[in-house]
């Protein structure tokens, strides 16, 4: 398995038979490179979504429609995307569980929003969420934007992730110190790559605090096109 930072909440998961593109925010995202796009999509066999705001979303049915492959994520917005753009999608909801090879991913709570950007403002975009990915003896949990919530309680028991990608930049997500407090309490992780983070000066800059708070777990404070293998 081969988990590629594309910067953001933007990441390249290379898992069992499939090169997943999750929340691909490239063209528009400040701290990706550029010149290394190419290589960042190449051989992609799907898109998870997390969410419909646009550091999420806004270049995902341009990019499912150059690659032709599916968009997976909440019923709601997969329908938008199907009817306004033609995007060939897997719609599904909070529990829901989809088949992509030898992969599966079940599509989780979050706590945060999702809107697309309307001409008076937000626009609906169904519900926020993350992801459980089971694949190669592994489970990552893809938190998605989100805050500690109790739901985590369960998740990490039922699931049982040894992989946690955790939105930590702070402001608009859990900052550093939540992040390490939900892995502590919640979780028993063996990795932890954080994200959301470095893109803006109002999100943390580095994962000093989360490495602090998680003794004992391998923690990545990674830069774009960085990638960890286990």
Not at 59 to 87: C, N, Q, R
Not at 148 to 155: G, H, L, Q, S, V
Request: net charge negative; aromatic share 8%.
């Amino acid at each position: 398995m081969k988990i590629t930072w594309l910067g953001h909440a933007s990441f390249r998961i290379e898992i069992a038979d499939q090169e997943l593109l999750i929340d691909p925010w490239l063209d528009g995202n400040p701290v990706f490179p550029a010149e290394r796009k190419a290589e960042a999509i190449a051989g992609a066999t799907a898109i998870l979504l997390t969410h419909g705001h646009g550091d999420h979303a806004s270049e995902v049915p341009a990019l499912a429609a150059e690659l032709s492959v599916p968009v997976v994520g909440i019923y709601d917005l997969m329908t938008w995307f199907a009817k306004a753009h033609g995007t060939n999608v897997i719609g599904m909801n909070k529990g829901g569980t989809v088949s992509l090879g030898g992969v599966k991913a079940t599509l989780v709570n979050a706590v945060h929003s999702s809107s697309l950007e309307g001409e008076n403002g937000p626009v609906y975009a169904g519900a926020e969420g993350g992801y459980m990915i089971a694949g190669e003896g592994h489970t990552i949990y893809l938190s998605g934007d989100t805050d500690i919530m109790a739901d985590m309680d369960w998740m990490g028991d039922y699931h049982k992730p040894d992989i946690g990608i955790l939105a930590a930049g702070g402001h608009f997500t859990m900052d550093m110190e939540r992040a390490a407090y939900a892995a502590k309490r919640y979780f028993n992780f063996k990795t932890v790559i954080p994200c959301h983070y470095k893109t803006f000066p109002l999100l943390a800059q580095n994962a000093d605090a989360l490495k602090a708070g998680l003794p004992g777990v391998d923690v990545h404070d990674l830069n774009p096109m960085d990638s960890v293998t286990i």
